[in-house]
């Protein structure tokens, strides 16, 4: 055996030891300090004030909290690269339709060890292409990608956005039709929602497409139901809020003049809570409607 003493030029004092040890504690402390973590706490706040404002319908308020936290995100992400930074950036883009940007985002994600990533980046490449189709006028194929992100996709945000971009190209489509092609086209469209609703009931959106299409098919006291239930779960935009607001106006105007007296009394009734309950000043006039 070779004794120590063989390597006298490379033997450490107990003071040189103590100081290499502190500096490597220091260098950890540094690292994992709230201060390295402070851009990664701010970009999930933004992200999340985003997520309340959304919520409460605040469109502008929601885009300028997302388009912070993708900014906070990329800058922190230059300094110390992780899976949470690339996840919350990459769902900032897709909240702000910047599909291909959200698919770099999760693939850096997923290779930083976030194992969903892969599939999210999958699903917003799909998106994306979709999105790109419509821009260009192909209709048919943009349909095609939203129709398998319906059928497939686990991933919310883009799931939301193809039902909504499915269902308004479907809808916009079977009004040229001839009637028994259009009843096809919206009873095929209908059983999807209902695929849907069937996997996530809590989704106020997937009630306001269906609402949309069971109006579409004149089926008036549904629409009214569905819209009701879609109000009360939340929808993502505030553009998407007034548009449903303004199908429980007109269904409310069919209803109140159609129904049999028994059952109309009830429904009136019932529509005066609803109403009260959501802050209007009148059966027919939402908070966000001018005088």
């Not at 063989?6 to 100081?19: E, I, K, N």
């Not at 990664?40 to 997302?66: C, I, S």
């Not at 919206?186 to 959106?205: P, Y």
Request: glycine share 6%; charged share 25%; net charge positive.
């Amino acid at each position: 055996m070779i004794p120590v003493s063989y390597f006298p030029t490379r033997t450490l004092s107990f003071a040189r030891v103590r100081s290499a040890v502190l500096a490597l504690a220091l260098a950890i402390s540094v690292a994992f300090s709230p201060a390295c973590l402070t851009g990664l706490r701010r970009a999930k706040a933004h992200y999340a004030a985003g997520q309340e404002h959304a919520a409460a319908l605040r469109t502008e308020a929601a885009v300028a909290a997302w388009k912070k936290a993708r900014l906070e995100a990329e800058r922190a992400s230059l300094k110390r690269p992780s899976a949470q930074l690339f996840t919350v950036k990459g769902l900032a883009e897709t909240n702000l339709g910047l599909w291909r940007e959200a698919e770099a985002s999760f693939l850096r994600a997923f290779r930083l060890g976030f194992d969903k990533a892969e599939a999210w980046a999958a699903d917003a490449a799909l998106a994306g292409l979709a999105a790109s189709f419509e821009e260009l006028g192909l209709e048919a194929a943009a349909l095609r990608l939203h129709a398998r992100l319906v059928d497939r996709s686990e991933f919310k945000p883009a799931l939301m956005f193809a039902a909504e971009r499915r269902t308004s190209l479907v809808l916009a489509g079977a009004a040229g039709l001839p009637a028994k092609e259009r009843e096809r086209a919206l009873a095929a469209l209908l059983k999807a929602l209902d695929r849907l609703l069937d996997r996530d009931f809590a989704c106020g959106l997937f009630h306001y497409l269906h609402a949309q299409v069971d109006a579409h098919l004149g089926d008036t006291a549904r629409a009214y139901e569905e819209a009701v239930m879609a109000r009360e779960l939340g929808l993502p935009t505030g553009k998407i809020g007034r548009d449903n607001d303004n199908a429980l106006v007109y269904c409310y105007t069919r209803l109140a003049a159609a129904l049999p007296e028994g059952e109309r009394a009830a429904f009136l009734a019932a529509h005066a809570a609803w109403t009260r309950a959501w802050g209007w000043r009148d059966e027919r006039t939402p908070p966000w409607k001018k005088e």
